[in-house]
């Protein structure tokens, strides 16, 4: 690549910055222009509904890059401003600020925002979502020992404040409404874990249950009204009902878009790019065709923002390059940390492997042949190497055995 060709990055969360630090890593030397709405360097959003929550890490420790480090890098960063233009036959894409970038390769980053259910009151003060650090600076300062917080949506985000929040000393009611919390990624048995966790530890988890209103008084949140006509009283209310990809851009642009199981992504092939050439997509947006299991798979996981951008730098550089990476997750909540690798939208049956009741144990999705399609290794750790080869291996494997402490996973598939 000549020092005059221009790569442009859209979106400033992890994945913009791995992208920066993998061209460089590779020797690119042309131009780098990284576009992001928010005003911030990009940063780590997990800590968000965990350590930053509990006060044990503070913006610096997870933004990814300082200033002079991009800066060494010739970065040319145009934070606070919004693409909101692509148009992919001239290679150019407009900005907010009325100008326009060209680019020789572009990748899209631009991850995902917090989905806003149309719930009366949802506009109130007091009502929170949390995807940017904005969000999470507010949600924290009204976070104090005796008030309370009504969280809406059992998922990942949902438990993971309600968790911070009981170890503040708030009353937190959780109301989801599937049959367990984490359903749709987990399935009932080992959402029923989770919620078995929250209740032990003081959270009012009301199930089965739909918010009809947010309730509100001289334009304040104070609680929710159920759809059962039942109320629940808080002083600040946490909408987390998932998050939905920012595909404005691609789909603008006209390049192929996901539905159904690929839930509206970006599609793209297994070297990450789009259907235009030029065109490459990483992070949560990015429905990418996974060579292992066959089928596009989007998921909105840190692992992915952190290793899809050095396969598609490869690309855009002209090198082959495949995301074969398996799926992967963790959560930390009170005192239950865990890792999820796999995937498995559907499966057979769930085999478990220790001490479920002391959460601590490993517990595997199966597929009707036996194959371990997903494992979930919670408080016992230095596993996920094996549970990631049994998954890697596509063999049927001897469930007893897998259920058997005694039988070292990495045995169990020749
Ligand atoms: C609170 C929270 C906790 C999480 N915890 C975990 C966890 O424990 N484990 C895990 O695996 N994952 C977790 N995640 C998910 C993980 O953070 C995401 O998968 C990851 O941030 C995706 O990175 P990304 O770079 O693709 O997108 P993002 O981080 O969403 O960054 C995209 C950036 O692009 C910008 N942008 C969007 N559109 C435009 C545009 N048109 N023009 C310019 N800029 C634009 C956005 O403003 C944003 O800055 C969590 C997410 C949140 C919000």
């Known amino acids: 690549m000549a020092g005059s060709t221009t790569f442009v990055i859209v979106g400033g969360g992890l994945a913009g910055a791995k992208a920066v630090e993998a061209l460089r890593d590779n020797d690119f030397d042309g131009q780098i222009i990284l576009v992001s709405e928010e005003e911030l360097l990009p940063y780590e959003r997990p800590p968000l509904s965990k350590e930053y929550l509990a006060g044990k890490k503070s913006l610096n420790d997870f933004t990814v890059h300082n200033s002079?480090?991009?800066r060494d890098s010739h970065?040319?960063?145009?934070?606070?401003?919004?693409?909101?233009?692509?148009?992919?036959?001239?290679?150019?894409?407009?900005?907010?600020?009325?100008?326009?970038?060209?680019?020789?390769?572009?990748?899209?980053?631009?991850?995902?925002?917090?989905?806003?259910?149309?719930?009366?009151?949802?506009?109130a003060a007091g009502v929170h979502y949390l995807r940017t650090y904005d969000d999470a600076h507010a949600l924290n300062s009204v976070?104090?020992?005796?008030?309370?917080?009504?969280?809406?949506?059992?998922?990942?985000?949902?438990?993971?404040?309600?968790?911070?929040?009981?170890?503040?000393?708030?009353?937190?009611?959780?109301?989801?409404?599937?049959?367990?919390?984490?359903?749709?990624?987990?399935?009932?048995?080992?959402?029923?874990?989770?919620?078995?966790?929250?209740r032990d530890h003081g959270v009012d988890l009301r199930l089965q249950a739909q918010v009809a209103e947010i309730t509100t008084s001289d334009g304040k949140a104070t609680g929710l009204r159920m759809?059962?006509?039942?109320?629940?009283?808080a002083d600040a209310v946490l909408v987390a009902v998932g998050a939905k990809p920012n595909i404005e851009l691609a789909e603008q642009a006209g390049l192929a878009l996901g539905s159904g199981s690929d839930a509206g992504g970006v599609l793209v092939d297994t070297s990450l790019r789009t259907s235009d050439s030029d065109i490459?997509?990483?992070?949560?947006?990015?429905?990418?065709?996974?060579?292992?299991?066959?089928?596009?798979?989007?998921?909105?996981?840190?692992?992915?923002?952190?290793?899809?951008p050095a396969v598609a730098v490869a690309g855009m550089l002209g090198r082959p390059g495949e995301y074969a990476e398996l799926p992967y997750f963790f959560t930390d909540q009170y005192d239950l940390g865990m890792e999820y690798a796999g995937h498995a939208p559907s499966f057979d049956r769930v085999v478990f492997r220790g001490d479920v009741a002391k959460?601590?144990?490993?517990?595997?999705?199966?597929?009707?042949?036996?194959?371990?399609?997903?494992?979930?290794?919670?408080?016992?750790?230095?596993?996920?190497?094996?549970?990631?080869?049994?998954?890697?291996?596509?063999?049927?494997?001897?469930?007893?055995?897998?259920?058997?402490?005694?039988?070292?996973?990495?045995?169990?598939?020749?």
Request: with cysteine; net charge negative.
């Open 227 to 233: 759809g059962d006509g039942s109320t629940v009283s």
């Open 280 to 308: 490459y997509a990483v992070g949560d947006i990015a429905a990418a065709q996974h060579p292992l299991f066959d089928t596009r798979i989007r998921t909105e996981h840190w692992a992915n923002a952190l290793k899809q």
């Open 75 to 123: 970065v040319d960063l145009r934070l606070n401003l919004r693409a909101i233009s692509l148009d992919p036959a001239a290679h150019c894409v407009g900005l907010a600020d009325d100008t326009t970038v060209h680019y020789d390769k572009l990748l899209l980053a631009t991850g995902s925002g917090s989905r806003r259910p149309p719930i009366p009151g949802s506009d």
């Open 68 to 70: 002079d480090w991009y």
């Open 359 to 414: 959460r601590e144990f490993v517990a595997f999705w199966l597929d009707g042949d036996n194959r371990v399609l997903a494992g979930m290794n919670v408080n016992i750790w230095d596993v996920l190497d094996d549970v990631k080869g049994l998954i890697q291996s596509r063999t049927p494997v001897d469930a007893e055995r897998l259920a058997d402490p005694q039988s070292p996973l990495g045995e169990l598939v020749n």
């Open 143 to 198: 976070l104090a020992e005796g008030s309370s917080l009504a969280v809406v949506g059992g998922g990942w985000i949902g438990l993971e404040v309600a968790a911070g929040a009981r170890q503040r000393g708030v009353e937190v009611t959780v109301v989801e409404t599937a049959k367990q919390p984490l359903l749709a990624a987990l399935g009932e048995t080992v959402g029923e874990v989770f919620a078995d966790l929250h």
